[in-house]
Nanobody, 122 residues
Framework: QVQLVESGGGSVQAGGSLRLSCTASGRAFSHYPMGWFRQPPGKEREFVAAISWSGDSTYYADSVRGRFTISRDNAKNTLNLQMNSLTSGDTAVYYC???????????????WGQGTQVTVSS
């Protein structure tokens, strides 16, 4: 079973940037695709971005494509999400997950960390 710890959240003004990190332990990090999800206030959890086990392929939600960049460091068991040009619509709790990718769709395996809060003020 994997343990996931997200960090890097905070409060920022619209147009600003944040970099989130997720550290994984307990299961071979480099063997699995990884993804970021977020849950805005009062809404369902939604997909943000995913990356293949090697890092060669990345996938983004339309709402963040061109503003967010997902990356991973398999040597450090770390997943990152660079978020630029933030808007109030990006306010949410952000979670990382292991999972799998089929037909360019990332499916989380159901294990979640505690999440990290991102608040963007306009």
């Amino acid at each position: 079973q994997v343990q996931l710890v997200e960090s890097g959240g905070g409060s920022v003004q619209a147009g600003g940037s944040l970099r989130l990190s997720c550290t994984a332990s307990g299961r071979a990090f480099s063997h699995y695709p990884m993804g970021w999800f977020r849950q805005p206030p009062g809404k369902e959890r939604e997909f943000v971005a995913a990356i293949s086990w090697s890092g060669d392929s990345t996938y983004y939600a339309d709402s963040v494509r061109g503003r967010f960049t997902i990356s991973r460091d398999n040597a450090k068991n770390t997943l990152n999400l660079q978020m630029n040009s933030l808007t109030s619509g990006d306010t949410a709790v952000y979670y990382c997950s292991q999972g799998w990718i089929l037909n360019n769709v990332f499916s989380p395996d159901g294990h979640w960390g505690q999440g990290t809060q991102v608040t963007v003020s306009s």
